[in-house]
Each structure stands twice: as C-alpha cells, then as structure tokens.
C-alpha cells in the first residue's frame, strides 16, 4: 500500500518536488566540486582508472504509464445573467457569494415606463371587454342617451357649417380684417429673414473665418507629429522591454530549464510558466532572502520583466490610439477649412432657396386671404363652404343611423369585430407584462452568486453589459450577474497534442491542490474536445472530468510529503518497493476530525492521468534505453563480461523503467550508464514503480 502511494504522490507532485529540490540540488553541486577536487588530487597521485561498470537484472515486474498534465476547476452548472431591456438599474437584492434559489429577483431596472405601458394595455383590454358586453346585452337607457348626444353633435357640426357658409358669403367684420393685415405684415418679415439667409450663405466666407479656420488645421498637424512621436518612443520601448525579458528568461534558464520559455523565448510568457514562477519564488530558503542568482531571485526578475513588457505594449496601444484620435481631429480641421474656402455647397444654397420660397408662399397665402376678406369669396372658398356643410350633413345622418342601430341592438358582426378587439387588447397586455418581465434577472436555479458586475444606477444594456453611472465605464467587463453552483464541480483538463491520443474516455486518475494540501481528488474523464487550442505555437486539447470526493492522507505536520508521500532523495533503484522519494511509510489518516474540503472553482490542480498497465512484463531502467538509427537499443553484459548491443521494442514507459516486448530476456544484464569511482553492482527489478494504480470505486488501489 505504502508503494503505491508513493508512486502516486511521486507523478502529481513531481512539479511541487522540483521546487524543494532546489536548495537539494545546490547542496549536491557543493559536493561534486568538493568529489571533483578529491578525485583530481587521487587521480595525480595515483594515476587515472577506468570508469566502473554498473549492470542491472532485467526483472519481471508491474508498469503503468500515465500523463501528467495540469487542470482548473469549474462549477458544474454556470450561466451569465442579463438584463433583456435597457434602463437604469434601480436596484440589486444580492451580494457576492450569496446563496439564491430558483426564482429569486437579483436585480432590476428602472420600470416606470413598462408598468405605465402594462398599465395602459390592462385598460385598454378592460375596456374592449366592456363594449362587448355592451353589445352582447340589449342597449340600456345610457346607451340610449349617448347616441341622443352624438346625434346632438353632428347636429351642431352641421350648424356652424351653415353658418360659416352664410359668413363668407356676407361683408367682413372690423377685426377679420384686423388679424388678415397682420399676417400679411408677418409673412413679408419671414420672407426678408430668408432672403438674408440665402444673401449670407452666396456671398462666402470672410478672411477671418479662413485664418482661423487654418490655424486649427495646424494646431492639428502638431497634435498629430506628436502623437507620432510617442508610437516610435512606445515601440522603442516595447523593443527594450522584450530585451530584458528575454534576458531574465536566459539567466533563470541557466538554473532551471523546466520552463515552456527555456525551449522558445517568450514574450510575454505564457500563464503555466507564469504560476510556475511564482511559486518558485515562493520556495523557503534557508537565510529567509533569496539570494542574488537563486532561482527565487531570477524567477522574481523574470515576472518583472514579464510585467514591464506588459506594460510597454499597453503604453504602444494607448500610444497608436492617440494617433488615430489625432488623425480624425487633423482631417476634421481640414474638412472646415476646405468648406469655407469653397463656400457654401449647393445643397445648403438650396435649402436657403427652398426658405425663400416658403415664405414668399406664406406671403402670397395672406396677401390671397386679405384680399378674400376685401374683395368677397372666390368660387374655391365658396366650394370649399360648401363641401364642409355637405360633409356635416353626412355626419349627422350616421349619428342619427347610429342612434337607431342602438335602439335596434348589435349585429353578430359588430359582436365578432368586439370580440377581435378583445384578443388584441389581450396580446398587447402579455407583449407588455413580458417586457416587464425582462427589466428582472431571475435565478434559473439555486446557485451562488460567481460574479457581480452591476450596481444601483448603473445603465444596463439589453446586450448584458453595463455601464457605471459615476465613470461611464463597463461595470466589470463582463455579464452583470454570474451565477454558478460551487457545490457540484468538474475539473477541466489540458492536454498537450502528444499526449491527446493516448487518454481515452473513462479513463481514471488523481489531482491535488496547491491550496488543499494532504488530500487527493480521484476523477474519471467524462470528455475530450476534438478542436484545438493554439497559444504561441503550443497545440492543447480540452478535457472533462468528473471530481469524486477527496481522500485525506497523511496528517498535518507528517514528515511525508503532499498527499502522504515521502521526498525525493530515497535509494530504492527502479522497480523497487519505494517510489523515487525514499523509504518513509504514507500513514493514511483514518478519521478526519474535519471534512474533507472541496476545490473551489478556479483553483489549478496537478493531475495524473493513468493511460496503460502492464503485469508481469519484462522491464529496464529508462537509463539503459539509447537510440540507434531508428532502433532503440542496450548494451547487454554477457556472462564472460563482454558486451554487447542488443535492438529491443520497447512497450509501456514511465518515468523509472520500460517495458521490453521483444530483445531481452529475464536476466539479461544491462549497462547502466558510467559511474565514475562506483563498484560494479547488480540489482533486480521488482514489481514495477512510476505508476498509478486505476482507481476502484474512486479510490486509486493502495489508497485503502
């Protein structure tokens, strides 16, 4: 059981080892310098000998391949939330982190308008309703009254029309001709404005209005060679920035080349390399000060120079943007000044012609109607007189049929045209109470509140942004209201395009958590996306996988390492009953005093991902392992101490040890590489390490 954890913790915490093993690795360059200088003083004295052979059994064992890869956690179920309409956000019921149910109201914009739209669409439908059953029930004596009155109406009508009749065919009074007079005397003023107007505008611009107009074009020329100016400064110092970043990167590199940058230089570098680095600086040491050339030291200087080339390419953007505000604000210059040395355009002449001609209409209307009122009706007036009395006399007779109708009652086609009108009236108040419906956010299902980008006053779009009513601004740049369930999550995996083909669906494996230390997260891959991410040249697949509860393993303070395992440093050889960490035993805790915690959705974990296995196999240290051509191959000591070199096909892999199809047999020896000073020594392989066991029930097999 102890094996199998430690092989487990050995793969997921291979990242988190390299850190500590740091300040190891100094301390064993100490040694090889002191090694060096005893061996060179024995060597001078002594003579040199030659390099001592170190051989292997090739032994029968167990082998598990898996993939190591990096995830993030997600909550199962996320959505964004926005406003459907636009308006002013009157008020916000919940807070960040709060718990909500289905159905809640999160937040709301100003609805005066749609409830006074509702309002008047619930009117509108209950007064169809009661004109149909008006007209569904026989008339009452108020029905009765209101056509009397209507009838009393277009009687009236009738009347003035006679009257005004009678008017323009008699002498006019002292005050008609009083108010004619006068709209002449308006109209001629009207006229003399447009005739200005159309005067101003022909006659052209003066050299005041040219000279000034030249000195903004100028003012704007500046503007823009300054501008200029600061894009070539800001490339310069994008230029400079990526220079010390790339100068950072090659120092760190030196000390450590486990980096995505130390194979292609980067700027700026990518979010694993930048999460790696800090928690490089991070790393205790021994005096409490990373020193000067320490990886802590080059790790902080690269994320300096990684935050100064950020902020280099911000100040280029910003820089080219107020070149193109002053291009605009250049060619706004140019187009007036060119406008006044042209003159007006011929569409504004036309338009102060047009002007002229209204007014000098309005006029010759007056001056008509003055001389209408001096000089009696014309045969038009006289018509137009008589048209109106006609047409009042129409009037009156629907009256008085519509009177009768009532009297009468309704048709069944008066009754079907109501009732159309009842229907229309009901679509409008559902078209209406569902705009007020879209002025809420309403939770679609229990959750917790994610995100809360929105705030009393802000003005929401129906788009789901928002904007601040003190800056203007979007209210954090996203949806206004992120509503998550943090209680039911997934992990999402990434996988490199080496590695995408051999993970299938079903799959099992373990993630541990920087922040949930001692505890390990079995999953099962549900599934792998088929399209590809491409950042900076480095191809990556998506991948899901479902989270089973979290397995406590070693109590705080245990001389193990994350997850219960030992530390890197023990002297079991390949295969041996000890993973690559020493011979310390995992104590698995058996109660917890607490609940196991939950990852939070964001959270980065270290997974491994169990892709193969393999029992009773043949297996040799990945050391002996050489290329060939297109052969890999070993080197085979024969018992006659000759050696030789043997082609093999090589199956599963892990970090120790490879598994040998075809080539060798059980106990062959083979050659391990040189160790200078070392005696000859032969050690068998066991039963297999480097692996992780696939889970059972969720739980990986020698975490019992």
């Given at each position: 059981?102890?094996?199998?954890?430690?092989?487990?913790?050995?793969?997921?915490?291979?990242?988190?080892?390299?850190?500590?093993?740091?300040?190891?690795?100094?301390?064993?360059?100490?040694?090889?310098?002191?090694?060096?200088?005893?061996?060179?003083?024995?060597?001078?004295?002594?003579?040199?000998?030659?390099?001592?052979?170190?051989?292997?059994?090739?032994?029968?064992?167990?082998?598990?391949?898996?993939?190591?890869?990096?995830?993030?956690?997600?909550?199962?179920?996320?959505?964004?939330?926005?406003?459907?309409?636009?308006?002013?956000?009157?008020?916000?019921?919940?807070?960040?982190?709060?718990?909500v149910k289905q159905g809640d109201v999160l937040a709301e914009v100003d609805t005066t308008d749609?409830?006074?739209?509702?309002?008047?669409?619930?009117?509108?439908?209950?007064?169809?309703?009661?004109?149909?059953?008006?007209?569904?029930?026989?008339?009452?004596?108020?029905?009765?009254?209101?056509?009397?009155?209507?009838?009393?109406?277009?009687?009236?009508?009738?009347?003035?029309?006679?009257?005004?009749?009678?008017?323009?065919?008699?002498?006019?009074?002292?005050?008609?001709?009083?108010?004619?007079?006068?709209?002449?005397?308006?109209?001629?003023?009207?006229?003399?404005?447009?005739?200005?107007?159309?005067?101003?505008?022909?006659?052209?611009?003066?050299?005041?209005?040219?000279?000034?107009?030249?000195?903004?074009?100028?003012?704007?020329?500046?503007?823009?060679?300054?501008?200029?100016?600061?894009?070539?400064?800001?490339?310069?110092?994008?230029?400079?920035?990526?220079?010390?970043?790339?100068?950072?990167?090659?120092?760190?590199?030196?000390v450590d080349s486990s980096m995505a940058f130390c194979a292609t230089r980067a700027a700026p570098?990518?979010?694993?390399?930048?999460?790696?680095?800090?928690?490089?600086?991070?790393?205790?040491?021994?005096?409490?000060?990373?020193?000067?050339?320490?990886?802590?030291?080059?790790?902080?200087?690269?994320?300096?120079?990684?935050?100064?080339?950020?902020?280099?390419?911000n100040a280029l953007a910003n820089a080219n943007g107020s070149v193109t505000s002053a291009q605009?604000?250049?060619?706004?210059?140019?187009?007036?000044?060119?406008?006044?040395?042209?003159?007006?355009?011929?569409?504004?002449?036309?338009?102060?012609?047009?002007?002229?001609?209204?007014?000098?209409?309005?006029?010759?209307?007056?001056?008509?109607?003055?001389?209408?009122?001096?000089?009696?009706?014309?045969?038009?007036?006289?018509?137009?007189?008589?048209?109106?009395?006609?047409?009042?006399?129409?009037?009156?007779?629907?009256?008085?049929?519509?009177?009768?109708?009532?009297?009468?009652?309704?048709?069944?086609?008066?009754?079907?045209?109501?009732?159309?009108?009842?229907?229309?009236?009901?679509?409008?108040?559902?078209?209406?109470?569902?705009?007020?419906?879209?002025?809420?956010?309403?939770?679609?299902?229990?959750?917790?509140?994610?995100?809360?980008?929105?705030?009393?006053?802000?003005?929401?779009?129906?788009?789901?942004?928002?904007?601040?009513?003190?800056?203007?601004?979007?209210?954090?740049?996203?949806?206004?209201?992120?509503?998550?369930?943090?209680?039911?999550?997934?992990?999402?995996?990434?996988?490199?395009?080496?590695?995408?083909?051999?993970?299938?669906?079903?799959?099992?494996?373990?993630?541990?958590?920087?922040?949930?230390?001692?505890?390990?997260?079995?999953?099962?891959?549900?599934?792998?996306?088929?399209?590809?991410?491409?950042?900076?040249?480095?191809?990556?697949?998506?991948?899901?996988?479902?989270?089973?509860?979290?397995?406590?393993?070693?109590?705080?303070?245990?001389?193990?390492?994350?997850?219960?395992?030992?530390?890197?440093?023990?002297?079991?050889?390949?295969?041996?009953?000890?993973?690559?960490?020493?011979?310390?035993?995992?104590?698995?805790?058996?109660?917890?005093?607490?609940?196991?915690?939950?990852?939070?959705?964001?959270?980065?974990?270290?997974?491994?991902?169990?892709?193969?296995?393999?029992?009773?196999?043949?297996?040799?240290?990945?050391?002996?392992?050489?290329?060939?051509?297109?052969?890999?191959?070993?080197?085979?000591?024969?018992?006659?101490?000759?050696?030789?070199?043997?082609?093999?096909?090589?199956?599963?892999?892990?970090?120790?040890?490879?598994?040998?199809?075809?080539?060798?047999?059980?106990?062959?020896?083979?050659?391990?590489?040189?160790?200078?000073?070392?005696?000859?020594?032969?050690?068998?392989?066991?039963?297999?390490?480097?692996?992780?066991?696939?889970?059972?029930?969720?739980?990986?097999?020698?975490?019992?």
């Open positions: 059981m102890a094996k199998d954890f430690n092989d487990l913790a050995s793969l997921t915490t291979k990242t988190g080892w390299r850190r500590r093993g740091i300040g190891a690795a100094v301390l064993v360059a100490a040694l090889c310098i002191g090694g060096f200088f005893l061996w060179d003083t024995q060597l001078k004295s002594e003579g040199s000998s030659a390099p001592k052979t170190a051989t292997q059994a090739v032994a029968r064992g167990t082998i598990r391949q898996t993939v190591a890869t990096s995830g993030t956690v997600a909550a199962e179920s996320s959505t964004s939330l926005s406003f459907q309409t636009t308006g002013r956000v009157t008020s916000v019921n919940v807070k960040l982190g709060q718990q749609l409830k006074s739209a509702l309002a008047t669409s619930q009117a509108n439908l209950h007064t169809a309703q009661i004109k149909l059953r008006q007209l569904q029930k026989p008339a009452t004596a108020a029905d009765l009254a209101a056509a009397d009155q209507a009838v009393a109406q277009a009687q009236a009508a009738y009347d003035k029309a006679n009257n005004d009749l009678s008017t323009l065919t008699g002498p006019p009074t002292a005050s008609d001709l009083a108010a004619a007079q006068q709209a002449v005397s308006a109209a001629t003023s009207q006229l003399q404005q447009a005739q200005n107007s159309l005067d101003s505008l022909t006659q052209g611009a003066s050299a005041a209005d040219i000279a000034a107009a030249q000195a903004g074009v100028a003012s704007a020329q500046a503007a823009l060679s300054a501008a200029q100016n600061g894009v070539t400064n800001a490339q310069n110092g994008v230029t400079s920035a990526q220079a010390t970043l790339f100068s950072a990167e090659t120092a760190y590199c030196a570098i990518s979010g694993a390399d930048r999460s790696a680095l800090l928690g490089v600086t991070q790393t205790p040491v021994a005096s409490g000060t990373p020193s000067v050339g320490s990886a802590p030291s080059l790790a902080a200087s690269v994320l300096s120079a990684d935050g100064g080339y950020a902020a280099a390419t605009s604000a250049l060619a706004s210059a140019q187009a007036k000044l060119a406008a006044l040395q042209a003159g007006a355009s011929s569409d504004d002449v036309a338009a102060a012609q047009a002007a002229v001609s209204a007014a000098q209409a309005a006029l010759d209307s007056a001056n008509a109607k003055l001389a209408l009122l001096t000089g009696g009706p014309t045969a038009a007036n006289l018509s137009a007189a008589q048209g109106a009395v006609t047409s009042a006399r129409a009037a009156l007779t629907a009256a008085q049929a519509k009177r009768d109708q009532v009297k009468q009652g309704a048709t069944s086609d008066d009754i079907n045209l109501q009732e159309t009108a009842v229907q229309l009236a009901q679509i409008s108040v559902g078209t209406a109470s569902n705009n007020l419906t879209k002025a809420q956010i309403v939770a679609p299902f229990d959750g917790t509140v994610a995100a809360l980008n929105v705030q009393v006053g802000d003005m929401a779009g129906a788009s789901g942004a928002s904007s601040s009513a003190a800056s203007g601004s979007s209210a954090g740049g996203g949806a206004p209201i992120v509503l998550d369930t943090p209680d039911v999550v997934r992990l999402d995996l990434t996988l490199g395009e080496t590695d995408v083909a051999r993970v299938h669906v079903g799959d099992r494996g373990v993630a541990l958590f920087d922040g949930l230390p001692g505890v390990i997260y079995p999953f099962v891959v549900q599934s792998i996306g088929g399209t590809p991410t491409v950042t900076q040249g480095v191809v990556t697949y998506k991948a899901e996988a479902t989270l089973s509860a979290g397995i406590a393993t070693a109590a705080p303070g245990d001389a193990s390492g994350p997850g219960g395992a030992s530390r890197p440093g023990g002297a079991s050889g390949p295969g041996g009953a000890s993973s690559p960490g020493g011979a310390a035993t995992a104590q698995l805790r058996t109660a917890a005093p607490t609940p196991v915690p939950q990852p939070k959705p964001g959270m980065n974990a270290n997974a491994t991902i169990q892709v193969g296995q393999a029992s009773g196999v043949l297996l040799v240290p990945q050391t002996a392992l050489r290329r060939q051509g297109t052969q890999t191959v070993v080197l085979v000591q024969r018992d006659n101490g000759a050696t030789e070199t043997v082609a093999i096909t090589v199956g599963l892999s892990d970090n120790n040890n490879a598994e040998v199809t075809s080539g060798l047999k059980e106990g062959d020896k083979v050659v391990l590489p040189a160790v200078i000073g070392a005696s000859a020594s032969s050690s068998s392989a066991g039963g297999g390490g480097g692996g992780i066991a696939p889970p059972d029930n969720g739980v990986p097999q020698g975490v019992r």
